[in-house]
T-cell receptor, first 112, second 114 residues
């Protein structure tokens, strides 16, 4: 089944404790992206990657890092999480030749 | 399930009626538009898309209308069913050369009354 998977689905952590949210897709998509979703603000893009070893900042990259060492994986790294990063995070992917992005199920992160 | 948003505009319709969800966009350079449906606890799910060289596109029970003159996009759902209850987002992408970033609207919650 073609899908985007994220792990973990739920995470509660404390300020300053480094964490990684993984994203994997099995559709051989070139493009992958991370969004956060907050009430009243909709979906905002954090980082995106056009292909392996190519990453770029989105609208709200501060406090986040990403890497794209393999085509299928695009982890989101929070080196020192803060409470304002409490949010619902979505990973998405698409084929390079198309515009339609497919989303993962989401990761609910709470930073205390 | 996950709470998508606490202050979303809400459209309430009777089962079997048609629904129309509206979206205004601001970037006249946008050349691609897409509607997503998000159910509680799930990620956004693609519904239908349209390019700026079209003004109407139909899918199964859904139609997207694009009015570039007033920068307005609408999603019409025919014979709305309880399973259509969700939050609906429109998104736009700026034209060639602007990367692949989608800009999302704030969303509209559709509630279907049985």
């Amino acid at each position: 089944e073609a899908q985007v998977t994220q792990n973990p689905r739920y995470l509660i952590t404390v300020t300053g404790k480094k964490l990684t949210v993984t994203c994997s897709q099995n559709m051989n998509h070139e493009y992958m992206s991370w969004y956060r979703q907050d009430p009243g603000l909709g979906l905002r893009q954090i980082y995106y990657s056009m292909n392996v070893e190519v990453t770029d900042k989105g609208d709200v990259p501060e406090g986040y890092k990403v890497s794209r060492k393999e085509k299928r994986n695009f982890p989101l790294i929070l080196e020192s999480p803060s409470p304002n990063q409490t949010s619902l995070y979505f990973c998405a992917s698409k084929a390079g030749s198309t515009d339609t992005q497919y989303f993962g199920p989401g990761t609910r992160l709470t930073v205390l | 399930g996950e709470s998508v948003g606490l202050h979303l505009p809400t459209l309430s319709v009777q089962e079997g009626d048609n629904s129309i969800i509206n979206c205004a966009y601001s970037n006249s350079a946008s050349d691609y538009f897409i509607w997503y449906k998000q159910e509680s606890g799930k990620g956004p799910q693609f519904i239908i898309d349209i390019r700026s060289n079209m003004d109407k596109r139909q899918g199964q029970r859904v139609t997207v209308l694009l009015n570039k003159t007033v920068k307005h996009l609408s999603l019409q759902i025919a014979a709305t069913q309880p399973g259509d209850s969700a939050v609906y987002f429109c998104a736009e992408k700026e034209g060639p050369g602007a990367g692949n970033m989608l800009t999302f609207g704030g969303g509209t919650r559709l509630m279907v009354k049985p």
